[in-house]
């Protein structure tokens, strides 16, 4: 079981910056690659970013590359999303998710565990 807790979220200009973070509970966390998504008010949720269990292969969806950029500190069991160059479009709530294993998964469904998520509001 794995339980995960983001914090970090708020109210930013376009243009601005947030970071989130993700802890996780237990011992085996860097057994699990992570995700983060997003679902604003009235639209399906959607995969943002994705990193495997050691860290070392990200990758991102094309709305956020370049502006995005995930992380993960096993020691800590925490993972990060740095949001730079903000857009009023960025504004959702945004959850982080666990699955076990290195496979890159985009899809919500194929992820075990999840966060309760934090809002991020973006204004013009």
């Known amino acids: 079981q794995v339980q995960l807790i983001e914090s970090g979220g708020g109210l930013v200009q376009a243009g601005g910056s947030l970071r989130l973070s993700c802890e996780a509970s237990?011992?085996?966390?860097?057994?699990?690659?992570m995700g983060w998504f997003r679902q604003a008010p009235g639209k399906e949720r959607e995969f943002v970013a994705f990193i495997r269990t050691s860290g070392d292969s990200t990758y991102y969806a094309d709305s956020v590359k370049g502006r995005f950029a995930i992380s993960r500190d096993n020691a800590k069991n925490t993972v990060y999303l740095q949001m730079n160059s903000l857009k009023p479009e960025d504004t959702a709530v945004y959850s982080c998710a666990a699955r076990l294993g290195m496979l890159l998964k985009t899809t919500s469904s194929q992820y075990e565990y999840w966060g309760q998520g934090t809002q991020v509001t973006v204004s013009s």
């Open positions: 237990g011992r085996t966390f860097s057994r699990y690659s």
